[in-house]
């Protein structure tokens, strides 16, 4: 079972639609959760930085942690055609040997006008 | 506002070239990474510098060498190139433990 599980898609849906991205992990070490956008021929931009269980709004994106079903979200709202992009979940821990930070393999998303 | 920033862009190399790629970063942060990105695998860490002075290998690191040259910039070297180093190299630097990392627009390497 690997680390981190991220549902590559591809996700298509039409504009204005409410879209749904989701990782699962298995170690229960992690603290810190984060999503990253990746437009193609693009470097990952950091979206979303959380490291608690509950949910972090920032204008039509909402991520959500559940720690106890290892679990976490990201909603995007009233979706445009300029959120066609990579989603990447991450998350990270610190321990006596440093930080660990481990990424999804990414889900593709459409959004068509 | 540059963040980080990689040279080159893009190159193309033949088999047993040597290249180095370059990354300097701009927001005084201690940490600096060396990932690539290759379809159907993510993102997998080469190696990284948790401050400057200091290197250690991530989960791929055969093939590679590092050199984190000041606080600013950290090179990743390719001595010998193979095919199987085709692939999009990033950069990425962090100010410390508990903070997320910041990526450079990347490195398009193929080798022919």
């Known amino acids: 079972q690997k680390e981190v599980e991220q549902d590559p898609g591809p996700l298509s849906v039409p504009e204005g639609a409410i879209v749904s991205l989701n990782c699962t992990y298995s170690n229960s070490a992690f603290q810190y959760f984060m999503w990253y956008r990746q437009y193609s021929r693009k470097g990952p931009e950091l979206l979303m930085y959380?490291?608690?269980?509950g949910n972090k709004e920032d204008g039509r994106f909402t991520a959500q942690v559940d720690k106890s079903s290892k679990y976490i979200s990201l909603f995007i709202r009233d979706s445009q055609p300029s959120d066609s992009a990579t989603y990447l979940c991450?998350?990270?821990?610190?321990?006596?040997?440093?930080?660990?930070?481990?990424f999804g393999k990414g889900t593709t998303l459409s959004v068509s006008s | 506002n540059a963040g980080v920033t990689q040279t080159p862009k893009f190159q193309v190399l033949k088999t047993g070239q040597s290249m180095t790629l370059q990354c300097a970063q701009d927001?005084?942060?201690?940490?600096m990474y060396w990932y690539r990105q290759d379809p159907g695998m993510g993102l997998r860490l080469i190696y990284y510098?948790?401050?400057?002075?200091?290197?250690d290998k991530g989960e791929v690191p055969n093939g590679y060498n590092v050199s984190r040259l000041n606080k600013r910039e950290f090179s990743l070297r390719l001595e010998s190139a193979a095919p199987s180093q085709t692939s999009v190299y990033f950069c990425?630097?962090?100010?410390?433990?508990?903070?997320?990392?910041?990526f450079g627009d990347g490195t398009r390497l193929s080798i022919l």
């Open positions: 991450a998350m990270s821990y610190v321990n006596q040997a440093g930080t660990a930070l481990i």
């Open positions: 510098s948790a401050s400057e002075g200091t290197t």
């Open positions: 959380t490291y608690s269980s």
């Open positions: 927001m005084n942060h201690n940490s």
């Open positions: 990425a630097s962090k100010q410390q433990s508990n903070q997320p990392q910041h």
